[in-house]
């Protein structure tokens, strides 16, 4: 398959990319690569698909943590045209020019248990497996949109000087794109444990 990831230079869009390179052809896109794509600019998604692909990847989203009182409402704006209304823009877009049986696969996001400054990522996060659950019923030639929802990453823990062992590793994060990507679910979210 030829595969589009979205976030390629990112820690997860790197073993993502990792994941799938052995088996498919991957086109890896960001924000500084020679195919460009940035999810808070939907007319830059025009690029990724001038040629046929079968499936799209997106590991380019997130949403810092705020505390809701510092929270501005151009912050808000910002954080959901980005994460939640930039990928719902490139599903929408994938969904007009991939190949039939293809697949869309997004981020999502998720915590065991609230933690301060994760009001608006809750939202966003609930708001995206909603969309993906609904929009699956919806997507034309037999295409598949899911969503991976990975909570803490245990290298990203490890740089902020945490126990990694409250994350789950980048590889089993990027396993579970993998699988989605080759397998045949559809409107699922998968959080890697």
């Known amino acids: 398959m030829?595969?589009?990831?979205?976030g390629a230079t990112g820690l997860v869009g790197r073993a993502v990319v990792a994941a799938l390179e052995p088996r498919h052809a991957v086109v890896p896109v960001s924000r500084t690569s020679a195919i460009r794509a940035d999810l808070t600019d939907?007319?830059?998604?025009d690029a990724l698909f001038d040629d046929p692909a079968d499936a799209v990847v997106c590991c380019a989203a997130n949403v810092p943590l705020r505390p809701?009182?510092?929270?501005t409402g151009e912050?808000?704006?910002?954080?959901?045209?980005?994460?939640?209304l930039?990928?719902?823009?490139?599903?929408?877009?994938?969904?007009?020019?991939?190949?039939?049986g293809g697949s869309i696969t997004l981020t999502g996001g998720t915590f065991t248990e609230p933690i301060a400054g994760s009001g608006l990522g809750a939202l966003v996060n609930a708001g995206l497996e909603g969309f993906v659950r609904s929009?699956?019923?919806?997507?034309p030639r037999g295409l598949r949109i899911n969503v991976v929802s990975p909570g803490w990453i245990s290298e990203t823990l490890e740089a902020m000087g945490e126990d990694g062992g409250r994350g789950t590793p980048v590889a089993v994060v990027a396993e579970a794109y993998r699988a989605l990507v080759e397998g045949d679910a559809n409107g699922r979210t998968v959080v890697p444990r």
């Open 42 to 45: 939907p007319a830059s998604f």
């Open 2 to 6: 030829k595969i589009i990831v979205l």
């Open 75 to 84: 912050q808000a704006l910002e954080d959901l045209r980005g994460k939640l």
């Open 68 to 71: 809701l009182a510092a929270l």
């Open 86 to 100: 930039g990928q719902v823009a490139l599903a929408r877009r994938a969904a007009e020019h991939l190949t039939g």
């Open 135 to 139: 929009a699956a019923v919806e997507l």
